[in-house]
C-alpha cells in the first residue's frame, strides 16, 4: 500500500523544496549557476522558495517578487530548464500523490516555459532592455 499523501501544509513544502534543492546542489550542470549566485546564501532562498510554493499550492500569501527578472540574466538554456523539471517532478513523485502534487509539477512547467519564452525573446530583441 502506498504511504504517499499529497502536499497539504508548510511541513510538505518544506519538504519538497529542501529535497529537489539537495537534488540541484549535486546535479553538475545546475549546482555551478546556483551557487554562483547564492553563494553561502542557501537558507535565505530556502526560505523564500517555501513562501513561493505556499503561495502556488497552499493558497498563503508569503511570497511577492518578479521571479523572471531573477533568471533574466542567468547563463540558462533548455537543457538547464529540462533538468530542473526533470529533478523537480522526480522529488514530487517521491514523496507525494495527488491534485496539489499535481498542480506543482503543472505549475513548474509552465513557469519554466514562460522563463524560456521571454528569454528568447529579449535574446532575439536586444534594442528592448529587460532591466
Ligand atoms: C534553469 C532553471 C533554473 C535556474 C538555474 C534557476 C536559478 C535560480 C537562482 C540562481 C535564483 C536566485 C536568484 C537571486 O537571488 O538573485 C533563483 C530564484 C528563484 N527561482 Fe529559479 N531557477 C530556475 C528555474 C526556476 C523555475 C522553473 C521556477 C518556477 C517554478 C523558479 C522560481 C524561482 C523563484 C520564485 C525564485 C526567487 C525569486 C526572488 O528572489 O524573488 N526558478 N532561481
Not at 509552465?110 to 528568447?120: A, G, V
Amino acid at each position: 500500500m502506498s504511504t504517499s499523501t499529497d502536499i497539504l501544509n508548510l511541513d510538505d513544502v518544506k519538504l519538497l523544496v529542501n529535497d529537489f534543492y539537495g537534488k540541484v546542489r549535486d546535479n553538475t550542470l545546475l549546482a555551478p549557476i546556483f551557487n554562483g549566485v547564492i553563494g553561502d546564501n542557501w537558507p535565505v532562498h530556502l526560505e523564500k522558495m517555501y513562501g513561493f510554493w505556499q503561495t502556488l499550492l497552499l493558497n498563503t500569501p508569503a511570497y511577492s517578487g518578479s521571479p523572471f527578472l531573477k533568471h533574466a540574466k542567468l547563463p540558462i538554456a533548455a537543457e538547464h530548464f529540462d533538468t530542473w523539471i526533470r529533478l523537480f517532478n522526480e522529488t514530487v513523485d517521491t514523496h507525494f500523490t495527488g491534485a496539489k502534487a499535481d498542480e506543482a509539477k503543472w505549475r513548474a512547467a509552465r513557469m519554466s516555459e514562460m522563463f524560456q519564452y521571454k528569454l528568447d525573446y529579449y535574446k532575439n530583441n536586444p534594442a528592448k532592455p529587460l532591466i
